[in-house]
């Protein structure tokens, strides 16, 4: 069934620091994924804190909108059949030492905290997230 959908991805830090944007962008065009629109930027810690405020009360919350808000990143929303779904797939497990084979996150993620890149978990994130970074 067709089912487009848009979700929001971002290269985080440590990938973007490690020049591997244009590998990790190759993984999502080679998986038919379109990258709709993209932009390189870097936010405050406040910004991600307001981005990643569903974590608030998680003991790393502090550290990873630290972390979020060191260095460039890039934040791309992706379309594709099932694209939110499609996405988390192909990112693999938030731990790289979890996440199976041929995923970004096993390919790439150095670490839990440090995993190269995020995608919405929910139509409903997707949504927020989209929003929160392409507010025009
Ligand atoms: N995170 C962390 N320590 C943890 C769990 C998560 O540093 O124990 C970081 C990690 O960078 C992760 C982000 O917090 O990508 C958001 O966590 P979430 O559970 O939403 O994982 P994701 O949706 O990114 O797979
Ligand atoms: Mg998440």
């Known amino acids: 069934m ?13 990938a973007v620091e490690r020049g591997l944007e244009k590998e990790i962008k190759d993984q999502f065009l080679n998986n038919d994924f379109k990258i709709v629109e993209e932009k390189k930027i870097q936010i405050s810690k406040s910004e991600a804190e307001e981005f990643y405020k569903v974590h608030q009360t998680k003991p790393f919350y502090n550290d990873l909108c630290s972390y979020l808000s ?13 694209a939110i779904l499609a996405n988390r797939d192909l990112m693999g497990a938030t731990d790289p030492k979890k996440a199976k084979d041929g995923t970004i996150r096993k390919k790439y993620g150095i670490s839990i905290d440090k995993n190269s890149v995020h995608g919405s978990d929910s139509l409903e994130n997707a949504e927020i997230e989209i929003k929160f970074f392409f507010k025009d």
Not at 2 to 14: A, G, H, Q, V, Y
């Open 70 to 82: 060191s260095g460039p990143i890039v934040v791309m929303i992706l379309e594709k059949n099932n």
């Open 2 to 14: 067709n089912n487009l959908e848009k979700t929001l991805s971002i290269i985080k830090p440590d």
